[in-house]
Structure formats: C-alpha cells, structure tokens
C-alpha cells in the first residue's frame, strides 16, 4: 500500500543529497544531450529522406 509518509520521507533525503553541478558536470551533460539530439534528428532527417524516394 501507499504510504504519504513513507514518500515524503524519501523526497526529503533525496532533496538533502541533491547538488548544483559544477562548470565542468554542466558542460559535460549539455555536451551529451546536445549529441543525443543532434543523433535523433539526423535520423529522423535520414528516415524522411528514405521515405519520399521509396513513396509506398
């Protein structure tokens, strides 16, 4: 079963193990999503360009 205060107590030692990434973690994650997005529309882009030549 659900319990509210089991969940709030879990939130609250989550939020108390939280930090603000440095300069460094910062750059490091918007590097990587940056790619990961990149990656994503290039393959969208691919499978578009696939798309009109084979026209089913």
């Given at each position: 079963?659900?319990s509210?205060?089991?969940?709030?107590k879990?939130?609250?030692r989550?939020?108390?193990?939280?930090?603000?990434?440095?300069?460094?973690?910062?750059?490091?994650?918007?590097?990587?999503?940056?790619?990961?997005?990149g990656?994503?529309?290039?393959?969208?882009?691919?499978?578009?360009l696939?798309?009109?030549?084979?026209?089913?």
């Amino acid at each position: 079963m659900f319990s509210l205060k089991s969940f709030t107590k879990q939130c609250v030692r989550v939020w108390h193990l939280m930090k603000k990434p440095d300069k460094k973690e910062f750059t490091i994650i918007a590097k990587v999503s940056a790619i990961g997005l990149g990656l994503i529309g290039l393959m969208g882009f691919i499978i578009s360009l696939l798309m009109g030549f084979i026209k089913i």
